[in-house]
Nanobody, 126 residues
């Protein structure tokens, strides 16, 4: 399975924006759906957003709809544009990929993935 590394996190004030990136082996990811997850302190890792490799369909957790936008480029780098950030968005953000449809990634649990790469810390101050 392709190893993915998330980057672009940082410290931002509430209402601010950040753009995360997720990179891995471009060739291996060309037919993979990709997704963002996050894990806040003391909480389980949760789904944030996913994007299909074929149709470009996008899926979002209710908590981020209208504020976050997931995208991917022709090199299969995935991005997460995060606007109107809230303190509750504070978490380590991870990315992953799977050959299953993007719609399936919405309900997959962390243990459904064989491995996880390095995450990036996002801290939103109030």
């Amino acid at each position: 399975q392709a190893q993915l590394v998330a980057s672009g996190g940082g410290l931002v004030q509430a209402g601010g924006s950040l753009k995360l990136s997720c990179a891995g082996s471009g060739r291996a990811l060309s037919r993979y759906s990709m997704a963002w997850f996050r894990q806040a302190p003391g909480k389980e890792r949760e789904f944030v957003a996913a994007i299909s490799w074929a149709s470009g369909h996008k899926y979002y957790a209710d908590s981020v709809k209208g504020r976050f936008t997931v995208s991917r480029d022709i090199k299969n780098t995935m991005y997460l544009q995060m606007n109107s950030l809230k303190p509750e968005d504070t978490a380590v953000y991870y990315c992953n990929a799977d050959r299953r449809p993007a719609s399936s990634l919405v309900t997959m649990t962390p243990s459904d993935f064989s491995s996880w790469g390095q995450g990036t810390q996002v801290t939103v101050s109030s």
